[in-house]
C-alpha cells in the first residue's frame, strides 16, 4: 500500500505504518513551520481508505495548534491532549532535584540496541496496546534528535536470599538539540512503579543535559496523567500555555 499520494503531496508529513502488526500508521510533521493544507490531508486519507485492506487507525504525532487545527478541519478527531512542561537546569529547585537524586533501588545503565526488546515490552506494558512503542519505534525516538541519551534501571528479584536475573524495569530516552533537551520518552513496568525509578531516571536525564550546558528540557505527558504530571512538578517542571493534541481517524468508517 502507498501511504502518499502519486503526486507527491504531503511533502510535510513523514509517514509510517506500525511495526507491531497493530494496523496503525503513525504520521508526524516533518518540521513545524511546513503545514499540510487540509485539501491534501482529506486527499491522502482517501488514498489509504480505498486500499485493500485499510489500516485500521491513522495516528498523529502530538501537534502544536496551528498544525492542530488543519488536522481537525480534515476531519481527524482527539485522541489525546497533551500537557508540554519545561524545567528550567538554572532553577533552584530544579537543581535541588539533581543534585538530591539517589542511587535507590539500582543506578541507571547506558542502554544498548539488544536492551531495546526488553525496553518495548516495559513500554507496552506501561502505556497499553496501540500507544506503547516497540523496539524499532524507539530506536526511531533516539534518531528525532542529534545526540540521544538512552537509559535504563533493573531491580533483581530475590528469593530465599539469594539474586535472581537483574530485570530492565524501567528506561528513559533523552535527547538534544542545540537549543534544548528532551525527555522524549519514560516508562516504568506497572510492577516496579512507586520505587522512584521514574524520578531518578528523569534527574539522570536532567544531569546528561545539564552536562551538555542546555538551558533547559521539555516533556509533554497525557493531561489525565496525574502520576506523571505530579513527578515532573515534584522536580520543578512548570506547565507551558499550549497544549499539544495527538488526532486519529478510523480509516474504516472515514468514506
Partial sequence: MSLLPRSGALRSLVVRPATDGSAI????????????????????????????PPPATVRSAALFPRAA??????????????????????????????????????????????????????????FGAGWGHDARELAEICRATPVHAARYRTETP???????????????????????????????????????????LTTDALRWMARRRLPDCLVNTSVDNAAALALYDSIGFTPMDELLTVFHVDVRAWR
Avoid: K
Fill in 158 to 200: 530475590r528469593r530465599r536470599g539469594i539474586a535472581g536475573r537483574a530485570d530492565l524495569v524501567a528506561f528513559a530516552l533523552a535527547g538534544a538539540s542545540s537549543d534544548h533537551g528532551y525527555l522524549q520518552r519514560l516508562a516504568v513496568d506497572p510492577g516496579a512503579q512507586r520505587c522512584g525509578h521514574g524520578r531518578a
Fill in 69 to 126: 487545527e488543519r488536522f481537525a478541519a480534515a476531519g481527524f478527531e482527539v485522541a489525546d491532549r497533551l500537557v508540554l512542561l519545561r524545567a528550567n537546569l538554572g532553577d533552584r529547585r530544579v537543581r535541588a532535584s539533581i543534585d538530591g537524586a539517589d542511587g535507590a533501588n539500582g543506578v541507571a545503565h547506558t542502554m544498548r540496541r539488544f536492551h531495546f526488546g526488553a525496553a518495548a515490552a516495559v513500554d507496552q506494558a506501561a
Fill in 25 to 52: 500508521v503513525h504520521v508526524r510533521l516533518r518540521d513545524d513551520s511546513l503545514l499540510p493544507e487540509v485539501d491534501e490531508l482529506r486527499g491522502w486519507l482517501d488514498t489509504i481508505a480505498a486500499a485493500d
